[in-house]
């Protein structure tokens, strides 16, 4: 199974729409070859490993069943414009744009 990767989702996103929990963020990676925290490029294609015992079906099917797509991605350049920078303080700092984790 494949799913196409819409406009501001993350895999996070995906995984929610997929398995009705964040738990399928790792296996998504992993079967894509991809970071958890990679900025997705849309229409892209990515391959959906298989749910297993972590999926929650009430919660996938609720999604599917009213075909929401979670799209809550936001990019580090909308970030900036949007609202770091309309704003100020350590309350709106973000990570890697303001300070990075070590």
Do not use: C
Request: glycine fraction near 8%; charge should be negative; avoid cysteine.
């Amino acid at each position: 199974m494949t799913i196409k990767i819409l406009h501001n989702q993350s895999l996070l996103d995906i995984s929610i729409r997929l398995f009705g929990t964040a738990i399928g963020v790792l296996p998504l990676a992993i079967e894509n070859n991809i970071s958890m925290t990679d900025d997705l490029e849309v229409g892209k294609v990515l391959k959906v490993p298989a749910g297993g015992e972590f999926e929650q079906r009430l919660i996938a099917d609720f999604f599917k069943n009213r075909n929401i797509n979670p799209a809550t991605a936001i990019d580090k350049i909308r970030l900036t414009e949007e609202f770091v920078d309309s704003n100020g303080g350590i309350e709106y700092w973000g990570i890697e744009i303001d300070f990075e984790v070590r």
